[in-house]
């Protein structure tokens, strides 16, 4: 396979990958994109690349910038922006986490508050505030654990994962 084969199934595989994080297809293979390239590029570099338009170049990148993973670099007598991911992979992997914290669980965890409100005597409704007060204590955990992680330095989250798999 040469340089130019492995880069398509890269940026192919990781655009399929995006949707397991929540973001389109178009967003991860910007991002793959941007990974693996040895500069910054230009959104026309990307639209070219990826033979995309302009306005979806620009609406994804923007995205890729709110969401921590792509940071615009100026360069001298250049006005175009130019664009680099983060390569360091357990910023990327913090940065996807706390998004997808906001976006999914922080939500459903202030609908489960607002549901454990529910009152009632009939036994539906005593099951009806077992099952969310179970799924709130879950979803609090779940949210605690992931910000001990997003706070936490690479080598603890090696360390500790290498010792729960033995």
Avoid: C
């Amino acid at each position: 396979m040469d340089i130019q084969e492995g880069k398509e199934k890269f940026l192919q595989s990781w655009g399929a990958l995006g949707s397991s994080w929540g973001i389109n297809r178009t967003m991860a293979q910007i991002h793959a994109l941007l990974l693996i390239s040895p500069r910054a590029l230009s959104a026309d570099d990307v639209i070219g690349e990826l033979q995309i338009s302009r306005g979806n170049a620009n609406m994804n990148l923007r995205a890729l910038i709110d969401w921590g993973l792509v940071y615009k670099e100026l360069k001298p007598g250049e006005r175009k922006e130019f664009f680099v991911a983060e390569k360091d992979m357990w910023e990327v992997i913090k940065s996807i986490i706390t998004q997808r914290k906001k976006k999914e669980l922080e939500p459903m965890i202030r609908a489960l508050d607002e549901l454990a409100s529910v009152e009632g005597h009939t036994p539906e409704s005593e099951e009806f505030a077992r099952v969310i007060k179970d799924i709130k204590m879950f979803s609090s955990k779940a949210d605690s654990t992931l910000e001990t992680l997003v706070k936490a330095d690479s080598n603890w989250f090696i360390g500790t994962f290498m010792k729960m798999i033995k």
